[in-house]
């Protein structure tokens, strides 16, 4: 019986001396977690604008928004696991979420750079062909007026007055 | 004709070809005003992807399924997030008026990245776990959206009008605002009303 006690008062003892061990290291993870779904939002909102940059330099980003949705996913479980307290879950869907948009955020800076210079390239090949284009017109126009105008002016002085007879 | 005409047109005729050589440069110096107006989609269907169907008197243990889908006309790539919400008929919806989201708190969430004028689309499921009635009032205790089970703790009054204990999931549209690095309600929510009487 005196054992029995003894255990009771030494478990009741432990308890006592845990909690707060307990306590701090919830409070602890809450901290990490929350950290870990400010950076993953950081992340996924800066790889969304590198998108958004690369689509603005006419790169086709649908598939980066396709892997950025699965990141959002993610971050959407992590926001659900954090009002529900499962801090676990939450540190791990915001680390996923993070690793791939870093990932996003890379590739839309290559993909937004290419496409910057193919726009470059584009508008230098496009500007060409428009002033050889502008130029020919000009040269042809003003020949053809040229040649126009001569034959105009063959023809008009090649006309003979001609003595019309008044028969009535 | 005389000369003096002729040479009207051909200088009409020329410069018009001078625009048509020099448009493809002009299009992509020049801004042109894009038309049409900028907005977004949200949108709940039933079961079977329709208008019609949606779960109405539901009972506890029984899951019911429905689509929500957003639709991007914004000009660009989009970033939505949906939040998902319960309320009974005295809780606040969002404000259309002044703009302002419903102040309760969200219970699960969507995010999507839409590309312009594309859709997203996802299932939308959800179950009551337990509900207690008494006389005149109903207390929704706990439900499952998606598989994931949260406590809400709602308790609806007798509508003696429509003869029910009704509540209301609802959604929000929100959209990621790139000036201010930060989500904007946009003012666009949606929502089926549930009766849990016959729970």
């Known amino acids: 019986m005196s054992n029995l006690k003894f255990v009771i008062i030494f478990l009741v003892l432990s308890a006592f001396v845990a909690s707060p061990f307990v306590l701090g290291a919830r409070a602890s993870s809450q901290v990490v977690a929350a950290s ?45 696991s954090h009002r529900l307290g499962d801090f676990d879950s939450v540190a791990r869907f915001a680390d996923l979420c993070g690793e791939i948009g870093e990932e996003v955020k890379v590739e839309a800076h290559g993909l937004r750079d290419q496409a910057v210079l193919e726009a470059d390239q584009r508008f230098r090949w496009t500007m060409t062909w428009s002033i050889a284009g502008v130029v020919a017109i000009l040269c042809l126009s003003l020949l053809g007026w040229r040649a126009f105008k001569r034959r105009y002016h063959g023809r008009v002085l090649g006309m003979r007055p001609e003595v019309g007879s008044d028969e009535s | 004709m ?45 079961p079977n992807h329709m208008a019609e169907d949606y779960p109405f008197n539901v009972r506890v243990g029984e899951e019911y399924s429905v689509f929500v889908g957003v639709g991007n006309h914004m000009g660009s790539s989009s970033y939505y997030v949906l939040y998902v919400k319960f309320r009974n008929q005295t809780q606040p919806l969002p404000n259309a008026t002044a703009s302002e989201p419903s102040p309760l708190p969200p219970l699960y969430e969507f995010q999507a990245f839409v590309v312009d004028g594309e859709t997203w689309e996802a299932p939308l499921t959800f179950e009551f776990l337990e509900v207690s009635r008494f006389e005149n009032s109903c207390l929704v205790r ?29 959604l929000e549209l929100w959209l990621y605002d790139v000036t201010s690095r930060s989500f904007q309600y946009h003012n666009r929510f949606v929502g089926i009303w549930l009766n849990v009487t016959a729970s």
């Open chain 1, 36 to 80: 870990a779904v400010s950076r993953a939002e950081e992340v996924l909102a800066s790889a969304y604008e590198a998108v958004l940059e690369a689509e603005g330099a006419g790169a086709n980003v649908s598939g980066l928004l396709a892997r950025l949705s699965e990141a959002g996913d993610l971050l959407a479980q992590a926001h659900v």
């Open chain 2, 2 to 46: 005389n000369l003096e005409e002729y040479r009207t047109v051909f200088a009409v005729t020329s410069l018009a070809l001078v625009l048509v050589a020099a448009f493809p440069t002009l299009s992509l110096v020049v801004p042109f005003p894009r038309g049409g107006e900028r907005f977004s989609e949200l949108w709940v269907l039933g």
């Open chain 2, 142 to 170: 706990r439900v499952m959206i998606n598989d994931v089970v949260f406590w809400v703790d709602s308790s609806s009054s007798w509508d003696s009008e429509n003869n029910g204990f009704y509540y209301q999931l609802f």
